[in-house]
């Protein structure tokens, strides 16, 4: 179940950062490359067999708060947080939180 959780995170949070790049509503170009190498990286982690999915999502679910960390202080020097972004950073967090939590149970659920 935290395995499938942990998946489901990441595959939202790979939509939810590739749809403005992809659709063009990113209004920073700095974050184009950065945020698609995001994407292909958490469905490819989530996509991975049960037995190394969780270790294969923790890179990701990492990066992704960095550059999401990133993104927040730079809207934030500019006086302004999206809630999207912060929903973001707390996906991500989530993520991470559960592939670690489920990589040291003794069975992958």
């Known amino acids: 179940m935290k395995?499938?959780?942990a998946r489901l995170l990441a595959g939202g949070t790979a939509v939810g950062t590739a749809a403005p790049v992809l659709t063009g509503g990113m209004d920073d170009a700095d974050f184009v490359v950065p945020d698609l190498i995001l994407?292909?990286?958490?469905?490819?982690?989530?996509?991975?067999?049960a037995r190394i999915a969780p270790?294969?999502?923790i890179p990701p679910a990492a990066?992704?708060?960095?550059v999401f960390s990133?993104?927040?202080?730079?809207?934030?020097?500019?006086?302004a947080l999206s809630p999207m972004l912060g929903v973001a950073i707390?996906?991500?967090?989530?993520c991470l939180?559960?592939?670690?939590?489920?990589?040291?149970?003794?069975?992958v659920s």
Not at 73 to 78: H, P, S, T
């Open 3 to 5: 395995l499938l959780l």
């Open 39 to 49: 994407a292909v990286a958490l469905i490819g982690a989530a996509l991975l067999p």
């Open 55 to 57: 270790l294969a999502l």
């Open 63 to 66: 990066f992704a708060l960095g």
């Open 70 to 79: 990133v993104a927040a202080a730079r809207q934030m020097g500019e006086g």
């Open 90 to 94: 707390l996906t991500s967090a989530a």
């Open 97 to 107: 939180a559960l592939a670690l939590w489920t990589r040291r149970s003794p069975a």
